[in-house]
């Protein structure tokens, strides 16, 4: 168990609608990392935020805003869903500032878009 | 800016023989390195890390890893594979970025598909 939450772990949803996918970071990381992972493209850095701000910006449509909140938990909210967001979302979590900066991943969400 | 390449998208061994997954990173800075493991349907899973210490990394599973500078290449090696062993791996870059303003952002190769055949 790498002590990062990611709820739900499966979702199936309509073209055109719109999900909220959570992370939960490991106690005392500061930084959550979004990735999606699809047989097409592999594992895509979607987008970083640390202490609440976010620090950097992967390949995120548009259409895709996240958030962190102070208790640092952070949400993907993806929007206008296609059937081409179908995909593993996965959330990581890190702390940064200590020289080893590797992350801990959460198990995915995997998002099925019919 | 920081880049990895594997070059390998997939590698096929018999169990019992050695494992081979090969690595080369691009960073402007001084980098941190990692290998991910994935098997079906699970999340990843650190395998190991460098970062600026020994060059000869050791990770779980018998998995170890030697940074090269001079060849800017992070193989991961192990002497015997196991059949718990077939899984994807994925080599990471963590450039710490100009006065380290890059957060510890993760850049991820393309990944290799390991198959062990009994």
Redesign the interface.
Same mark, same amino acid.
């Given at each position: 168990d $790498?002590g990062v939450t990611q709820t739900p772990k499966h979702l199936i949803t309509a073209t055109g609608q719109r999900v909220t996918l959570r992370c939960s970071p490991r106690s005392g990381d500061l $930084?959550v @990392?979004w990735?999606q992972q699809s047989l097409d493209q #592999?594992?895509q &850095?979607l987008i970083?935020y @640390?202490n609440g701000e976010e620090? !950097?910006k992967g390949n995120i449509l548009e259409r895709f805003s996240a958030q962190q909140f102070p208790d640092l938990h952070s949400e993907l909210n993806l929007s206008s869903l296609e059937l081409g967001d179908s995909a593993l979302y &996965?959330c990581?979590s890190?702390v940064? #500032?200590t %020289? $080893?900066?590797? !992350? &801990? &991943? %959460?198990? %995915?969400t995997r998002l099925t878009v019919v | 800016a920081q880049s990895v390449t594997q070059l390998d998208s997939h590698v096929s061994v018999s169990e019992g023989t050695p494992v081979l997954l090969r690595c080369n990173y691009s960073s402007s800075y001084s980098p941190s390195l990692f290998w991910y493991v994935q098997h079906p349907n699970k999340g990843l899973q650190l395998l190991l890390k460098y970062t600026s210490a020994a060059t000869l990394v050791k990770g779980i599973n018998g998995f170890e890893a030697e940074f090269k500078k001079s060849e800017t290449s992070f193989h991961l090696t192990k002497p015997s594979a196991h059949m718990s062993d077939a899984a994807e791996y994925f080599c990471v870059v963590s450039d710490p970025g100009a006065g380290g303003t890059s957060y510890g952002k993760l850049t991820f190769g393309q990944g290799t598909i390991l198959t062990v055949h009994p």
């Open positions: $790498s $930084s @990392y990735y #592999g594992l &850095f970083q @640390y620090r !950097a &996965f990581a890190s940064v #500032g %020289g $080893s900066t590797e !992350a &801990f &991943f %959460g198990q %995915g | -």
